[in-house]
């Protein structure tokens, strides 16, 4: 088996092609379902429950229970500050997590370089609202901070642990729904990063490189400790 990380950093891979489909499938002017779907809001329903089926699918398959399914830097950085994953291990995975999810993105702009070059399309880019990026950048850290507290404390109880990766994804379709229009709702450097370098736009990427780290390290400060000494043995989203 190869090592864990690249298996982490190809399934965030896999997400990215995920959102370079979808995205030109809602977005892309001579879509069908552009046509059909006319509000921001339903497009944005349906790509909330691609996405969270796409996460809670990865995050519960082969390579997402071999790995842990961290699949975003920030959620490495949340385990390192718990003391869950060395710091060798944790810049392994962001690199993997890196690599994995441009692949991902080059990988859809070689199968469809129109499509996904298109100004609606964009390449999946996440990018601040109307509201700008301080909006853009509080509701990194926000949603960020509360998905990564919900899932260190469903993950500390073994009654409730099985559900972490369903709530994660869960939560993923939420925010699509709810702080897309704020932010692009990314929660995660190596998402945005994917998206950012083969579309050469670095619109406000500050803020998508430090508020989910923020985030995230908020979390890990306000983490619960596990209900037994095996609650929470490793660095893990997807349950053992």
Known sequence: MPPLY????????????AACLGTAALEHPSSPLRQHLRTALARRALMG??????????????WGRASGALMNPAVVLAFFELGRIPALEALLYAAAQLAGGLLGVLLCAVALPRILAHP?????????????????????VLITGALLSIVLRVSA????????????????????????PFSGMSMNPARTLASALPARRFTALWVYLT??????SLAAAFAPEPSTAHAAPAARICPE
């Open 6 to 17: 690249l298996l982490d950093g190809a399934l965030l891979g896999v997400f990215m092609i």
């Open 49 to 62: 429950l691609l996405m969270g089926g796409t996460a809670i699918a990865l995050i519960h398959s082969p």
């Open 120 to 140: 609606a399309v964009d390449y999946a880019c996440t990018k601040p609202g109307p509201r700008g990026r301080t909006a853009a950048f509080a509701v990194e």
């Open 157 to 180: 109880e073994p009654a409730t642990r099985a559900w972490t990766g369903w709530i994660a994804g869960a939560l993923v379709a939420l925010y699509i729904l709810l702080a897309a």
């Open 211 to 216: 508020a989910p780290l923020l985030g995230a």
